[in-house]
């Protein structure tokens, strides 16, 4: 094999390709059938296992060198079977969530399961860093981030037509390329052998994975519970990024949360919407006949409707059109014109088809307006028309789109939405008639902390719209389970207040709060021991609301775009109170979040044993300090790469407002665009200050795109979804070039100062980027967006320094 | 009859012994286990009603856990008995039948049969227990389970949940032990006025909320939070 051969740009190619579509389609099947948390952290896993083989091609260099081709071929041939054995104990650990802090084998199976995921990148990473090592780095790299662009947008693509768990199996084959490719290089004979266990091996996992029940549901997601009801079976399933939507039918199915205790009416069995197994949205029997609907009336948001008087029951916007239980409620209470926002285009296909006879095809009531467009997109094109009153709405309704306890438990702390920010509210009362009413119903949880941070939201969002005496604007109720919030741009008036208490204590639920409110009047029907929800918004509407926000046990900071909503109510205080009462309070600190925290706290530990191990065993004989400066610049281009694409995510995806299409396209066309600066390296900068100008390059960019990102795409606003998204590929073009320029050009350093050092260089490059994915998502979390990319600023700066004095040893 | 008949009989009887008979205490490898679990998680947290840390100590709670978990039978958490269920923490057991101020007369609903525990804890207080299972493995299982162990007055059924069982209403307490997304309201009218129901409100494993509803009047129900309970209760009292 010799340096420059096309096999080999193909090899890394094809596995870069497979490494990052295996870690898309990884990510689906986790939410599928386990938790969107363990989604994040194969992110995490998959740089961990880059970075092993940084560090064990450094210590197997000779060898590798004395037999490169057996060498590659056993990466090549282990790459496709890690990747099996890897999938395949991924799915049957049986690791539970729920159970950390009380089983302790619970940990046990998480770190197995962490190990199972990192597994095959290892091996992925050993061909990619191999190859780097003894061939050009400019057009390795180069190979490697198109692969993985291309993996990224492939992936997208398919999981719009496969179960995630066909995609895993389509990559695995996939796979096996490289195997064969090397195989070709050597003979026919071995090319066909190879081709014939190759494809017996994918065969025999196709046809073992129902055996293996690879795509058994965890039992505590809801749609478990759904199937053990009796005649319980999946009527069908749509497949696409942004999630796996499954239609149950099963006798005894309801979902009525925050239903009266006294409802006089029956409730239907319901057909069941499930996203990604979990958050059920009904769909009730329809036949036109509105008494077989009654039972909506009692249910907590069904006061929004009651606000507005029956003349302006004009126009109604469904936030999160679901099973349609939003249209039945407008149906209900007489709203004339419907129009309903539905951000998965599945759940319209299945409304309108299979469910249609079902559901009285509501999706297609001559009165509707069905709009498949996320909430945020829909607000800022609705803007321009809504000016005019008659287009405006007398109630606009987010519906309760969240599964029940994700926000309770962390679960969904790395999840962020920017349907519930201030702007988003902002956005929203600006579509309102001048009578009109916004409601938005939570889930009650435990520790109290969403719909105490959702009233925030919404009091901010008041008050940036330049009103006053907020405390006049704001309604509370709660039921057993749920709690809606209902707010104006006009003052609520005493007839407002008087049907609210009516509705309430019709249907035994508590006002929690109105303008004028009595405290005695607050636990009516429900009694805890404190009125927690009624002090809190009483505080959160009077001058000491900044108090109230920083003394609370639990972060209600309200979220704006900068800084979404992350489903995190998580203060550091509460681990003083684990350490005081031990792990069993865990349940009821947010312990989803620590659970990240102490993943960040393991891929530290590993990285750093991973990065000293190979030092030591080689007795390495260059000085201290250029290993340290070594680790250090390959350390912060790492880290700098990914506090930027992260935030960067950011803004694009609220400028596209479809986040799992746009994050492929812009992960792709970064990866692409890196690549290409990558392979063009050799050609920019070249000389011996080439490293350090071409960091500052990467530093000034980032700047320019802080601060003029936002500007250069807003006339594009307006544009069709495939004109914005060339438009935002576009835009990052020379900022993508940019960044592929540092890794190469100081590997290529290193091959000149310290040859054996560069898969170590390579590997210390992965290992930061596991700590700088779960690092920039915390900062976010703690600190918003802009603190990470200003972080990357520094990062790239202190790369640059770096780069003098690596340049110095040259 | 011929000794060797008699004999054969006597074996036949003694062989059969353990699957109709209550569970004999005497011989019990659990009972001090048991024991301390009443004394450690129960009465040292205030449930001091003696007919509950009765049926405690006496119901076999490890014959109602699967086989694997029988060990940890007394431990201080919830166990998973599969379906997406779990035979709760002892505590909680214990705490919700005290919240129902049951006499000897009571005639008592249970909604959610899971592994019949809470039947069997009730039974051993109440008059009468009716319990319903939607999920018909855990149904069978359960039932199977309460005859085992001598409970002679709870009647499990089969069916779905949300409609209660009208045909013994009313009754002088209901218990839900599933817990619930929301509280169905054919259970309300199944309560006699005066009656109390027990229920956890919120995902499972995950916290609840314990509730003890009162019906005063016909149209009036009145709702307390008891405690927020996971797998213990909540540090703040």
Redesign the interface.
């Given at each position: 094999m010799k340096p420059g051969s096309r096999a080999v740009w193909v090899i890394v190619f094809v596995t870069s390709f497979t490494l990052l579509g295996h870690e898309i389609a990884l990510a689906r099947v986790s939410a599928l059938v386990q938790w969107q948390n363990l989604a994040a952290i194969i992110i995490g896993m998959a740089m961990l296992g880059f970075g092993a083989s940084g560090s064990v091609i450094m210590l197997l260099e000779p060898l590798i060198k004395r037999h490169l081709f057996k060498s590659m071929l056993l990466f090549a041939l282990a790459y496709p079977i890690s990747l099996t054995l890897g999938f395949i104990l991924y799915c049957k650990i049986p690791f539970n969530p729920f159970e950390v802090g009380l089983d302790p084998c619970q940990i046990v199976f998480l770190l197995f399961k962490l190990g199972a995921m990192a597994m095959p990148f290892f091996f992925g990473a050993m061909v990619v860093g191999t190859a780097l090592r003894f061939f050009r780095v400019s057009r390795i790299y180069f190979a490697n981030l198109t692969g993985s662009g291309a993996g990224a947008l492939a992936v997208v693509f398919l999981l719009y037509r496969f179960h995630p768990m066909e995609i895993v199996i389509i990559i695995i084959a996939t796979a096996m390329v490289p195997f064969l490719v090397l195989l070709g290089e050597k003979s026919t004979l071995s090319f066909v052998t190879g081709l014939i266990l190759s494809v017996t091996w994918t065969g025999l996992l196709f046809l073992s994975v129902n055996g293996l029940d690879l795509t058994r549901v965890s039992q505590y997601k809801a749609i478990s519970g759904a199937l053990t009801l009796p005649d319980a079976k999946i009527l069908a399933q749509r497949f696409s990024p942004l999630s796996t939507v499954q239609a149950v039918q099963a006798t005894g199915l309801r979902s009525t949360p925050g239903l009266s205790l006294i409802t006089p009416v029956p409730v239907p069995v319901h057909k069941g919407l499930f996203f990604d197994g979990q958050a059920m949205s009904p769909i009730a029997p329809y036949n036109g006949d509105n008494t077989a609907i009654a039972y909506l009336d009692h249910m907590p948001p069904a006061l929004a409707h009651h606000l507005v008087p029956m003349e302006h029951r004009e126009r109604i916007l469904i936030v999160g059109m679901g099973g349609g239980e939003g249209i039945l409620g407008a149906n209900l209470h007489g709203f004339r014109q419907l129009v309903g926002l539905e951000v998965d285009r599945n759940v319209i296909d299945l409304m309108e088809t299979e469910f249609a006879g079902f559901s009285g095809d509501i999706y297609h009531q001559e009165n509707l307006v069905v709009i498949n467009q996320d909430a945020r997109a829909y607000a800022k094109s609705a803007r321009a028309y809504a000016r005019r009153a008659r287009d405006r709405f007398d109630l606009i309704e987010i519906r309760m789109i969240d599964a029940a306890g994700s926000a309770a438990s962390g679960l969904a702390a790395m999840h962020e939405t920017y349907l519930y920010t201030v702007e988003a509210i902002q956005e929203f009362l600006n579509l309102l008639a001048p009578h009109g009413v916004l409601a938005i119903s939570r889930w009650v949880t435990t520790p109290p902390g969403d719909v105490i941070k959702m009233a925030n939201i919404m009091i901010h969002a008041l008050e940036r719209s330049g009103i006053e005496e907020v405390a006049e604007h704001l309604i509370l109720i709660r039921s057993l389970q749920t709690a809606t919030l209902v707010v104006s741009n006009q003052k609520f008036s005493q007839e407002q207040i008087r049907i609210t208490r009516k509705f309430c204590d019709q249907r035994l639920f508590d006002a929690i709060y109105h303008p004028g409110i009595k405290i005695e009047e607050t636990q009516r029907f429900i009694r805890t021991e404190h009125p927690v929800y009624h002090d809190a918004i009483q505080a959160l509407v009077s001058q000491e609301a900044t108090a109230f926000e920083r003394a609370y046990p639990f972060e209600i900071t309200p979220a704006v775009d900068d800084r979404p909503y992350f489903y995190h109510f998580f203060r550091w205080h509460l681990v003083h109170e684990i350490l005081q009462t031990g792990t069993r309070t865990i349940a009821f600190t947010q312990w989803g979040y620590l659970v990240l925290l102490i993943l960040l706290a393991m891929a530290l530990g590993a990285s750093l044993i991973f990065i000293l191990i190979p030092l030591v065993l080689a007795r390495d004989s260059a000085a201290p300090p250029l290993n340290l400066s070594l680790g250090a610049y390959f350390s912060a281009i790492a880290t700098g790469f990914f506090f930027v694409e992260i935030p960067l995510m950011q803004k694009l995806i609220l400028f596209l407002s479809a986040p799992a299409v746009s994050m492929g396209v812009i992960l792709a066309s970064l990866l692409v665009f890196s690549g290409l600066g990558a392979c063009c390296s050799d050609r920019i900068f070249p000389g011996r200050h080439g490293l350090f100008s071409s960091n500052l390059l990467v530093t000034a960019l980032i700047l320019i795109y802080w601060t003029g990102l936002d500007k250069l795409l807003a006339p594009c606003a307006a544009w069709p979804m495939p004109g914005k998204m060339a438009a935002a590929t576009a835009s990052l073009l020379p900022l993508g070039m940019a960044m592929g320029l540092p890794f190469p050009k100081g590997l290529t350093l290193v091959k000149e100062i310290s040859p054996t050092k560069v898969a170590w260089a390579f590997g210390v490059n992965n290992l930061f980027s596991v700590i700088a994915t779960l690092g920039a998502a915390l900062v976010a979390i703690l600190f918003g967006f802009d603190r990470v990319l200003s972080l990357a600023v520094l990062f790239y700066l202190a790369a640059a320094m770096l780069s003098l004095k690596l340049a110095s040893h040259a | 009859m011929r000794p060797a008949t008699v004999t054969l009989l006597t074996l036949l009887l003694v062989w059969l012994q353990p699957a109709t008979a209550p569970a004999d205490m005497t011989n019990d490898p659990f009972g001090a286990s048991r024991k301390k679990m009443v004394a450690t998680q129960i009465r040292s947290r205030g449930v001091s009603d003696p007919a509950v840390l009765r049926a405690m100590e006496d119901v076999p709670r490890h014959l109602f856990v699967p086989e694997k978990l029988r060990d940890h039978a007394h431990e201080d958490?919830p166990l998973?008995i599969?379906?997406?269920q779990t035979i709760s923490q002892p505590y909680v057991v214990a705490l919700m039948t005290k919240l129902l101020d049951l006499t000897e007369a009571s005639r008592v609903l249970e909604v959610g049969t899971g592994s019949g525990y809470q039947a069997a804890i009730l039974s051993r207080i109440a008059k009468e227990v009716f319990s319903v299972e939607?999920?018909?493995p855990l149904h069978l299982r359960a039932k199977q389970t309460l005859k085992e162990t001598g409970c002679t007055n709870v009647t499990a059924i089969h069916r779905?949940?949300?409609f209660g069982w009208k045909k013994h209403a009313p009754y002088d307490a209901i218990i839900v032990t599933c817990a619930a997304?929301?509280?169905?309201?054919p259970l309300?009218q199944q309560l006699r006025i005066g009656g109390v129901m027990c229920i956890p409100?919120?995902?499972?494993?995950?916290?609840?909320?314990l509730?003890r509803?009162t019906r005063r009047a016909k149209?009036d129900?009145?709702?307390?939070?008891i405690s927020?309970v996971?797998?213990?209760p909540?540090?703040?009292p």
């Open positions: - | 958490r998973a599969g379906f997406g939607i999920v018909s779905d949940g949300f997304e929301s509280v169905p309201p309300i409100v919120g995902p499972p494993f995950r916290v609840q909320n509730l509803i149209d129900v009145r709702t307390e939070v927020q996971r797998f213990v909540l540090t703040r």
